[in-house]
């Protein structure tokens, strides 16, 4: 696993708690609830690649 993906799953929820707490704040609570709602979308997305090589170690280690 690369550091910078760390890097960027990090900043990414910095940046929507940030948002976040400014939406709540003003009032705006669904909007606050749909920019985390993005930002796990957007998360997922620089995971998935992590993701399916995690599947294929599996199914290599156990021959599936």
Same mark, same amino acid.
């Given at each position: ?8 799953? $990090?900043?990414?929820?910095?940046? %929507?708690? %940030? =948002? ?5 704040? $003003?009032?705006?609570?669904?909007? $606050?609830?749909?920019?985390? =709602?993005?930002?796990? %979308? ?23």
């Amino acid at each position: 696993m690369n550091v910078d993906l760390i890097f960027q799953v $990090a900043g990414v929820g910095i940046v %929507v708690a %940030v =948002i976040n707490q400014l939406l709540s704040r $003003a009032g705006r609570d669904e909007q $606050a609830l749909l920019v985390t =709602i993005a930002g796990l %979308v957007v998360v997922l997305f620089l995971l998935t690649e992590e993701i399916s090589d995690l599947f294929n170690n599996i199914k290599q280690i156990f021959g599936l």
